[in-house]
């Protein structure tokens, strides 16, 4: 009986397949769909009808071959329905949709984005985490609990945005308030980067502008020290502008950070290509460093205590380093894009370089 009905269907499979190659429009196509599919006239439903008389050894095979024969079908006439329907939609002209599509030009990161991007992979591998804090900060955590309180002259050098209607908000002046927001609601050990925008009222130049990228950077822990800081600014330069570059530690001053260090690397355009011990020597026409050989790239510190003591920290127990640092300049020195307005013009023939 099994041997009969695998007769008939591939009898049935010739005079499909015959069918199917005779097609000439669409609903010629719709038609054969009904006469194999529809459920109780049509030929597969006519095997599945028969499938009751089988033995019970016999059934599996017998539901086996049909599943297969309706399955050809199936993906024949879904191929079929693929290729007319592309066919009608061209008004008649023959199309394969098997082709690969044209290609379309793909967008990418802005490098701004991109190099935020890397910055923050780069820490993570060093085990620290990611925290993102808001725009619109408290005065209180943008200046006071950083040890800036009001009338201090270090508020003047940060002018920024105040929200009219909000006497305690303004739009962060940089990224260390979140120092403040994460020391707040975590213990000791701390360990995180915080990328974002921050605000100033600059007029834009070539090197400002009212809106700007930084990351910030805050590790605390006990017995935290500044060569801690310097060997983990050390990395960072390395892997990301050149792993020859050297570091220099200037004095600083940051009411939130003593002691305070400006932090330069050694031009990687010029001095590197000179021996290690020497860095700091820069040709007189490298256009990166015009000669100085060298490029401040950030400003850091160990976290002062007071800003510990006003986070809820002993700072007896606890210390820990900061820093922090502008994604735009850290773009220019790397691309060597002479001027910061360009980043945000968005102009392709410039972004486009990047890839
Ligand atoms: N917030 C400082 C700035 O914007 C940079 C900084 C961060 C300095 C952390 C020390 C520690 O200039």
Known sequence: MIDELKKEIEGARQSFVHELESIQSPEQL???????????????????ARLKGFLPAEKPLAGQAINQFKEFIETALSEAELAHGATAATGGEW?????????????RLHLIADIQRQIEELFQNLGYEIAYGPE???????????????????????????????DDLVLRTHTSPMQVRYMLEHKPPLKIISPGKAFRKDDPDATHS????????????????????????EAFCRSFFDPGVSLRFRPGYFPFTEPSAEVDISCFMCS???????????????????????LEILGS?????????????DPEVYSGFAFGMGIERVAMIKFGVP???????????????FG
């Open 339 to 353: 001027d910061l307005r360009l980043l945000y013009e968005n102009d392709l023939r410039l972004l486009g370089q």
């Open 95 to 107: 199309l394969d949709p098997s082709l690969p599509a044209s290609e379309l030009p793909l967008g």
């Open 272 to 294: 590197s290509q000179r021996a290690a011990s020497t860095p700091g020597r820069g040709k007189p026409d490298c256009r990166v460093c015009k000669g100085s050989g060298w």
């Open 210 to 233: 009212p809106c700007f990228h930084q990351v910030e950077g805050l590790l605390v822990d006990r017995g935290i020290h500044f060569s801690h800081l310097k060997g983990t600014l």
């Open 301 to 313: 510190g160990m976290v002062h205590p007071q800003v510990l003591r006003n986070c809820g920290i």
């Open 136 to 166: 619109v900060e408290l005065e209180d955590y943008n200046f006071t609990k950083l040890n800036i309180p009001e009338h201090h002259p270090a508020r003047d050098e940060q002018d920024t945005f105040f929200l009219e209607g909000f």
């Open 30 to 48: 719709a038609a054969l769909k009904e006469r194999c599919l529809s459920r109780k006239k049509g030929v597969v439903g006519q095997f599945l």
